[in-house]
């Protein structure tokens, strides 16, 4: 009678741990079928290896590829461009709720050969992934430098820079009206609104200005826009790892050059305002009696 019970005992508990696993196994198909239908669509089509890099690298546009994809997969998919899966997001209600309600998840940026040479291995603040340090060096940003009133008591710097700006067109157009004798002017608004913001960073940082076709600031201006330009360059081993070593497309030279020549203009300011303040230091202790 005891050995009859125990198996069946045996039998009945075995029995619901299977009912217990095959239900389990049914909620999480479910559960695996709901969040595939509400993952956003990929976009068909990726190669091995590459994914869907090659449609970007055409004569086409991105922006004109990106939205004939839109029109067929439409407002949110998903592509892979090499080992990354990216989210395209062609609506303003869906890119509201990635930049509001789910701002956190969206907030980080991308690594990139570029930032890690040029930007001191991801060290500046505007290009640094979200994260302790990001938050720790955006506090003192927002505090010590972009708070109003460190704003307000930079306002004279920008008012002195437009006007000084101002005045150069006006030069520019006496000069032009002297020689020829006429009474209009070619500006190249380009160079003009770039030596302008320019002006307003240098004396902001260093207390100096660029003139008017000056050397320093043509070849600053000359860095910054490299810069910029190396900054949005397609690297390839950004997406493809393995591709790292060989450089390919030859940008990882261009970026160490772009990155020192910035280094040896902004090392001058540096020594240019440690020799000032040693100057003033040794000015203020000779009248100290």
Not at 15 to 27: D, G, S
Not at 33 to 41: F, L, R, S, T
Request: positive net charge; hydrophobic residues 45%.
């Amino acid at each position: 009678m005891d050995l009859h019970l125990s198996f069946s005992t045996t039998v009945t508990t075995v029995f619901v741990v299977l009912v217990v696993a095959f239900l389990l196994q049914i909620l999480r198909t479910k559960k695996v079928n709901i969040v595939k239908n509400q993952a956003a669509p990929q976009a068909k089509g990726a190669w091995p290896i590459i994914g869907h890099l090659y449609l970007l690298g055409g004569s086409r546009p991105p922006q004109h590829v990106l939205s004939d994809m839109a029109d067929i997969y439409g407002p949110i998919f998903t592509m892979k461009l090499g080992v990354h899966q990216i989210v395209v997001v062609s609506s303003g209600e869906v890119a509201k709720e990635c930049l509001t309600t789910n701002d956190k998840v969206f907030a980080s940026r991308p690594k990139s050969k570029a930032v890690e040479i040029m930007a001191y291995n991801y060290a500046m603040f505007g290009l640094a992934p979200y994260g302790d340090y990001w938050r720790q060096v955006r506090k003192i940003v927002m505090l010590e430098i972009l708070s109003q009133r460190q704003v307000e008591m930079l306002g004279h710097v920008r008012v002195s820079e437009v006007r000084a700006s101002m005045k150069d067109i006006y030069e520019a157009w006496l000069m032009n009206n002297d020689s020829e004798g006429s009474g209009m002017v070619k500006v190249d608004m380009k160079q003009w609104f770039g030596s302008l913001v320019l002006n307003v960073l240098v004396r902001i940082i260093s207390g100096a200005r660029f003139q008017h076709n000056d050397e320093e600031g043509v070849r600053l201006q000359n860095v910054v826009r490299k810069f910029f330009e190396l900054l949005g360059a397609f690297v390839v081993s950004d997406f493809i790892p393995f591709t790292n070593g060989f450089d390919l497309g030859g940008y990882e030279k261009e970026m160490k050059m772009a990155g020192k020549e910035m280094d040896n203009i902004i090392e001058g300011w540096l020594k240019e305002r440690k020799s000032l303040g040693s100057k003033t230091k040794a000015t203020n202790s000779s009248w100290t009696y």
